[in-house]
């Protein structure tokens, strides 16, 4: 039905930011599949509802109330993946190949991963959950060579990698969730909210390389090969303290 206050010349889809659209209930799926790349709606969903909003009301069999946030499922196993993906990503920044810069991108995904987790309806969770599924990328990726350990015990051992490798990834990714649940708790929608960040990540880093004995594998600071210029402020720093200026520098573009 329209009437004269309906506006035919403004936008129905509009970007908002990195993966963020402002899109108008009546806005077609298909329209809105072609901006975003993917295939929001099932076969079931594309013969039932043509637009977001009719779309949105079968999820939730409800109108939702305004600024309440409504979970996909596909977009929730895109979001997994590529926090996955990003921190075995990450682990090419580690010796031996020192890709340092791949940091860039990937600490960028995780901060704002984490930044639309506030807008959830438990935050905490969800940034935890964000922070452990990057961790768990890069510390499955980065600590593959574990698995020699039980190939050279014997053949009887080779069955418990599967399960041994990703236990103590899953462990350590630990850490990393706690990073995000601290900075969703003490962060600001400011640019300094990259220090926090930062702070936390290395925090928690001096956790995991002290708790339980102690595993400070793979270190923000170990991006820089030994002996470089780089490294050897740790001698000023320490090393936790040049991880935290590592991530600050890294993650910052992001803002």
């Known amino acids: 039905i329209e009437d004269e206050h309906d506006d035919e010349d403004a936008p129905v889809i509009r970007a908002r930011g990195p993966g963020v659209w402002d ?5 077609e799926i298909d329209a809105f599949e072609q901006v975003v790349g993917e295939e929001i709606a ?42 996955c993906l990003g921190g075995a990503v990450s682990a090419l920044a580690m010796a ?19 930044d639309g987790a506030r807008r959830r309806a438990r935050p905490l969770r969800a940034a935890f959950w964000r922070g452990f599924l990057f961790g768990f990328g890069y510390f499955l990726a980065g600590m593959f060579w574990l698995a020699y350990a039980f190939i050279n015990r014997g053949p009887e051992f080779i069955p418990l990698i599967p399960l041994a490798v990703p236990a103590l ?14 900075y969703a708790l003490l962060a600001q929608r400011s640019e300094w909210r990259v220090l926090v960040f930062a702070v936390c990540i290395a925090v928690f880093e001096w956790l995991r390389g002290h708790m339980f004995g102690g595993l400070p594998w793979n270190l923000p600071a170990y991006a ?4 470089g210029a780089v490294s050897q402020t740790a001698s000023w720093f320490g090393v936790y303290g ?11 573009p992001a803002v």
Request: charged residues 15%.
């Open 23 to 27: 899109v108008e209930a009546r806005a």
């Open 42 to 83: 099932g076969p079931d969903e594309d013969e039932d509802v043509d637009s977001l909003g009719g779309l949105v009301f079968t999820l939730t069999g409800r109108v939702p109330e305004r600024g309440e946030v409504i979970r996909h499922p596909k977009g929730y196993e895109f979001e997994a993946l590529m926090l």
């Open 96 to 114: 031996p190949v020192f890709a340092w810069p791949v940091l860039i991108v990937t600490l960028a995904v995780l901060l704002w991963t984490v």
């Open 169 to 182: 990834a899953a462990l350590l990714a630990a850490f990393w969730g706690g990073a995000m649940v601290a």
């Open 224 to 227: 820089w090969p030994a002996g």
């Open 242 to 252: 040049l991880s935290l200026l590592t991530v600050l520098t890294l993650v910052s």
